[in-house]
């Protein structure tokens, strides 16, 4: 008996109406009840359809079918794979969970993905770094990565740009970056007050400083000066700037500006002219007499004196002094003695004879 009802229900069965409900890649929801055939619906059923992750319907808007006799009335949607290309050159990425399928270079879509670009790479899109990803397509192109990098060194001079990225190239810098410049010695910044630079995809804020080889001569005639530890180059008639240099004259030469003796040599030029020695000398011989003039330099020569110098006079035996309350003089530059130069005059003596009386000289 078993035997024979398993024959009938096998001639019957296959003239069921029912539709083949099954899709891949996706699922279905019908309002119907089973046949006992797990792929099968039966007819005057309702299906609504719908995908996997990563996968989009082909009729996003009409998802739902229906079953008459063995047919559906519109033909089953199917599921495309729906995912994009994610990556970028020289940049990242952050799509949060969104499913990659395994494949570190694709996201299932839907998904939303925020860019990023390596160091020394600058994002074409600065402002809008999110892309959305549905139906295998973005919703604007991807951003790109450009190497932005800009050449830091300065002839005669130095930088410092912290800990800014060179690639192993000293010669730039990745943007974005500041940059701090100065000068070697002997050579003046372009533009003292400003000496950072900031690097912005590949371009500086301002044109690089430059450094403008700046010494002053220092010698003058007869004098000297010091300078302190300003550099010479190996050179003792130059000076590099910034430099203060103060001056002196030989003995026997005087300063031009005795009350002002410091120079500032600044951009290769002196802040004012260079002070000058004038020689400065004066006569100092007495006729019958003689004079002292303490350690007053001569130059080799007794009847001069080098100012600036305090002589004392004296006359010889038999003269005196045309001035006995002032036998000092000073001489001062430019060679010349404070007062008249004193007289050395013969003694005269009243003599008394019988008729006459007359003053001699002794």
């Given at each position: 008996m078993l035997?024979?009802?398993?024959?009938?229900?096998?001639?019957?069965?296959?003239?069921?109406?029912?539709?083949?409900?099954?899709i891949?890649?996706?699922?279905?929801?019908?309002?119907?009840?089973?046949?006992g055939?797990?792929?099968?619906?039966?007819?005057?059923?309702?299906?609504?359809?719908?995908?996997d992750?990563?996968y989009?319907?082909?009729?996003?808007?009409?998802t739902?079918?229906?079953?008459?006799?063995?047919?559906?009335?519109d033909?089953?949607?199917?599921?495309?794979?729906?995912?994009?290309?994610?990556?970028?050159?020289?940049?990242?990425?952050?799509?949060?969970?969104?499913?990659?399928?395994g494949?570190?270079?694709k996201?299932a879509?839907?998904?939303?993905?925020?860019?990023?670009?390596?160091s020394?790479?600058?994002?074409s899109?600065?402002s809008?770094?999110?892309?959305?990803c549905?139906?295998?397509?973005?919703d604007?192109?991807?951003?790109?990565c450009?190497?932005?990098?800009?050449?830091?060194?300065i002839?005669?001079?130095?930088?410092?740009?912290?800990?800014?990225?060179?690639?192993?190239?000293?010669?730039?810098?990745?943007?974005?970056?500041?940059?701090?410049y100065?000068?070697?010695?002997?050579?003046?910044m372009?533009?003292?007050?400003?000496?950072?630079?900031?690097?912005?995809?590949g371009?500086?804020?301002?044109?690089?400083?430059?450094c403008?080889?700046?010494?002053?001569s220092?010698g003058?005639?007869?004098?000297?000066?010091?300078?302190?530890?300003?550099?010479?180059?190996?050179?003792?008639?130059?000076?590099?700037?910034?430099?203060?240099c103060t001056?002196?004259?030989?003995?026997?030469y005087?300063?031009?500006?005795?009350?002002d003796t410091?120079?500032?040599?600044?951009?290769?030029?002196?802040?004012?002219?260079l002070?000058?020695c004038?020689?400065?000398?004066?006569?100092?011989?007495?006729?019958h007499?003689?004079?002292?003039?303490?350690?007053?330099?001569?130059?080799?020569?007794?009847?001069k004196?080098?100012?600036p110098?305090?002589?004392?006079?004296t006359?010889d035996?038999?003269?005196?002094?045309?001035?006995?309350?002032?036998?000092?003089?000073?001489?001062?530059?430019?060679g010349?003695?404070?007062?008249?130069?004193?007289?050395?005059?013969?003694?005269r003596?009243?003599?008394?004879?019988?008729?006459?009386?007359?003053?001699?000289?002794?």
């Amino acid at each position: 008996m078993l035997a024979q009802i398993t024959v009938f229900l096998g001639l019957i069965y296959p003239c069921i109406a029912a539709c083949h409900v099954a899709i891949w890649h996706g699922s279905y929801s019908c309002d119907c009840r089973a046949t006992g055939r797990p792929k099968k619906v039966s007819s005057g059923c309702t299906c609504t359809y719908s995908c996997d992750s990563g996968y989009v319907l082909s009729t996003p808007s009409d998802t739902d079918r229906y079953c008459s006799g063995r047919n559906w009335d519109d033909p089953k949607p199917s599921c495309t794979y729906s995912a994009c290309d994610v990556r970028i050159s020289d940049g990242s990425y952050d799509c949060g969970d969104c499913s990659t399928f395994g494949h570190p270079r694709k996201v299932a879509s839907p998904c939303t993905c925020t860019y990023s670009c390596d160091s020394g790479y600058e994002i074409s899109t600065p402002s809008d770094t999110d892309r959305y990803c549905s139906d295998g397509n973005w919703d604007d192109p991807k951003p790109s990565c450009t190497f932005s990098a800009c050449p830091v060194r300065i002839s005669h001079g130095s930088y410092d740009c912290g800990g800014c990225s060179t690639f192993g190239n000293p010669q730039k810098v990745a943007s974005p970056c500041t940059c701090t410049y100065s000068c070697d010695s002997g050579y003046e910044m372009s533009t003292p007050g400003d000496t950072d630079r900031y690097c912005s995809s590949g371009s500086w804020d301002d044109p690089l400083p430059t450094c403008t080889y700046s010494v002053c001569s220092v010698g003058i005639s007869h004098g000297s000066y010091d300078c302190g530890s300003c550099s010479t180059f190996g050179n003792p008639r130059k000076v590099a700037a910034p430099c203060t240099c103060t001056y002196s004259c030989d003995i026997g030469y005087e300063l031009s500006t005795p009350s002002d003796t410091d120079r500032y040599c600044s951009g290769g030029s002196w802040d004012d002219a260079l002070p000058s020695c004038t020689y400065s000398v004066c006569t100092v011989g007495i006729l019958h007499g003689s004079h002292d003039c303490g350690g007053c330099s001569t130059f080799g020569n007794p009847t001069k004196v080098a100012s600036p110098c305090t002589c004392t006079y004296t006359c010889d035996s038999g003269y005196e002094m045309s001035t006995p309350s002032d036998i000092d003089r000073v001489c001062s530059f430019p060679g010349i003695w404070d007062v008249a130069q004193p007289t050395c005059n013969a003694i005269r003596k009243y003599m008394k004879y019988e008729k006459y009386s007359f003053y001699v000289s002794t």
